[in-house]
């Protein structure tokens, strides 16, 4: 899990927090899968057990997988699916379209619905405030200048997503983090004592 998540974890309210926690643990993994693989094949093999698992029951998931023994109580595990769909869509021929992004970002804004939703939180803000973490992120980390663009673009695009609720006040620390470090141009803006106060400040508040 990256310094980042970490430290958006520590604003989750501590009965939200190991939901918090197994989402962020997901997401990680999967990033893991399409960075470490050295042939696209191979990733998109690793990505589509994952696929398979959250559309089938989680009744009949194998044993011995502590991620899907933490997601097997979740509602909308189906959801999920699409988080791998958008990790998939970064496997793709560079550089990546529009198309690709959106698609990421879309997986990235279900997954959290499905969180905001197990935790009685808005669900339409927590998509959108997702959406805008992912398009940002990649805004950061994707090495093509035209893929950065064209992150930049779609982020402008999507509106305000409001203030977040305080069980999703880690989502308000990841959107507004990277977000700001996207207007300063660099992922550096990420860390420091600027990071820091901007956490404390959308940890509060929400937004």
Do not use: C, K, N
């Amino acid at each position: 899990m990256s310094p980042l998540a970490r430290l958006a974890l520590a604003y989750a309210p501590a009965p939200a927090r190991e939901d918090w926690l197994t989402l962020l643990a997901l997401d990680a993994r999967l990033a893991g899968v399409v960075r470490s693989a050295r042939e696209p094949v191979l990733a998109q093999l690793r990505l589509a057990w994952w696929r398979d698992r959250f559309a089938a029951d989680p009744a009949s998931w194998p044993s011995g997988e502590p991620l899907l023994a933490r997601l097997a109580s979740w509602r909308l595990v189906s959801e999920l699916g699409a988080l791998v769909d958008g990790w998939e869509a970064l496997l793709g021929e560079p550089p990546l379209d529009a198309a690709a992004l959106t698609e990421f970002a879309a997986g990235r804004g279900r997954a959290m619905a499905a969180l905001a939703a197990r935790l009685e939180a808005d669900v339409a803000v927590s998509e959108a405030g997702a959406r805008r973490w992912a398009l940002a992120d990649l805004a950061l980390h994707v090495g093509d200048p035209s893929e950065r663009e064209a992150a930049r673009q779609l982020l402008g695009e999507i509106g305000p997503s409001g203030r977040t609720a305080r069980t999703m006040r880690p989502l308000a620390v990841l959107a507004g983090l990277t977000e700001r470090a996207v207007r300063r141009g660099h992922s550096e803006a990420l860390s420091g004592p600027g990071a820091l106060f901007a956490a404390i400040r959308l940890g509060i508040a929400g937004s």
